[in-house]
């Protein structure tokens, strides 16, 4: 089946590590996101990327880090320069748009970000 | 940049009943999709309904329907027949063409009571 794997689903890290969470997919998707989620808040993007070896800043990029050295591969690190990273991440990828057949985004299941 | 509001942080709704969830977005684009996901609380984000911009009929997903009006920049959800299972949270969400970036609102908590 088609989808798109986060990993882990929960993550606990001690402060001034960095940490890196997966995200993966199989959907043939050119574009990937990075979302931030606070508790009961919406989602806030932190980094998107539309093609391989290509990304841009969301509106909340600092302290972390991506890279798209695959097109299948999204990895997020959150690096000690992030002041508040406790929250729950969720990765997205999606087609390019197109009139025709334009579609939404698939969603991760998340991972739960907790520093100790 | 693009923002998109949603000026409800709670609806609550009879189950059986109809409820409207209100969105509003700005953008200078003329060109563009709407969506509406649902958070449950398991967290996973699910499509509702979405919305071509250069469609004037608005999207109809069997107890789910849109009231899509491109010049106010609004974009409402309605829930007809509200079930138990609907209660979650629900974003909007705008994407445009240029830059495939997608940009959420707040997102609205949808209590259903029995």
């Known amino acids: 089946d088609g989808g798109i794997t986060q990993s882990p689903k929960y993550l606990f890290r001690k402060e001034g590590q960095n940490v890196t969470l997966s995200c993966e997919q199989n959907l043939n998707h050119d574009a990937m996101y990075w979302y931030r989620q606070d508790p009961g808040q919406g989602l806030r993007l932190i980094y998107y990327s539309q093609i391989v070896n290509d990304f841009q800043k969301g509106d909340i990029a600092e302290g972390y880090s991506v890279s798209r050295e695959k097109k299948e591969s999204f990895p997020l690190t959150v690096t000690s320069a992030q002041k508040n990273p406790t929250a729950f991440y969720l990765c997205?990828?999606?087609?390019?748009?197109?009139?025709?057949?334009?579609?939404?985004?698939?969603f991760g299941q998340g991972t739960r970000l907790t520093v100790v | 940049a693009q923002t998109v509001t949603q000026s409800q942080p709670e609806m609550s709704v009879q189950e059986a009943e109809t409820v409207t969830l209100s969105c509003t977005y700005d953008?200078?684009?003329?060109?563009?999709?709407l969506f509406w996901y649902k958070q449950p609380p398991s967290r996973q984000m699910i499509l509702v309904i979405r919305q071509e911009a250069y469609k004037q009929q608005n999207a109809t997903e069997n107890r789910f329907s849109v009231n899509f009006q491109k010049a106010a920049k609004s974009f409402s959800l309605k829930i007809s027949d509200s079930q138990l299972g609907d209660a979650a949270m629900y974003f909007c969400?705008?994407?445009?063409?240029?830059?495939?970036?997608?940009?959420f609102g707040g997102g609205t908590r949808l209590m259903v009571k029995p």
């Open positions: 953008t200078s684009e003329s060109d563009y999709y």
């Open positions: 969400a705008y994407r445009d063409n240029a830059g495939n970036m997608l940009t």
């Open positions: 997205a990828s999606s087609t390019w748009m197109e009139r025709l057949s334009g579609t939404e985004a698939f």
